[in-house]
Nanobody
């Protein structure tokens, strides 16, 4: 069974930091690009960033560039999203997603094969 389970969300003050984790099972993690998306109430799902399957290429949405960092630990089948300098507009449900094997993993939802349920991040002002 494929499972992507996010954790690490919570309530944080503006300017603070959170580290999200996405633990994967039932997939060949090493062969898949991994991405983070988020969705706030009343808004469309938004691409946050991704790390490619090769572990060497990352991409970020302009809104988070310079503040968020994606990394992966293939030994633990886990992808992380380190979020610094958080802003109230970062408030959303954050979901991780896995691409097909060896896919680049672009910024649209249809590029991804598996999704987690999400973890809530709330940034207070």
């Amino acid at each position: 069974q494929v499972q992507l389970v996010e954790s690490g969300g919570g309530l944080v003050q503006a300017g603070g930091s959170l580290r999200l984790s996405c633990a994967a099972s039932g997939i060949t993690f090493r062969r898949r690009s991994m991405a983070w998306f988020r969705q706030a109430p009343g808004k469309e799902r938004e691409f946050v960033g991704r790390v490619m399957w090769d572990g060497g290429s990352t991409d970020y949405a302009d809104a988070v560039k310079g503040r968020f960092t994606i990394s992966r630990d293939n030994a633990k089948n886990t992808v992380y999203l380190q979020m610094n300098s958080l802003k109230p507009e970062d408030t959303a449900v954050y979901r991780c997603a896995a691409s097909p094997w060896f896919a680049v993993g672009r910024s649209t939802s249809d590029e991804y094969e598996y999704w987690g349920q999400g973890t809530q991040v709330t940034v207070s002002s």
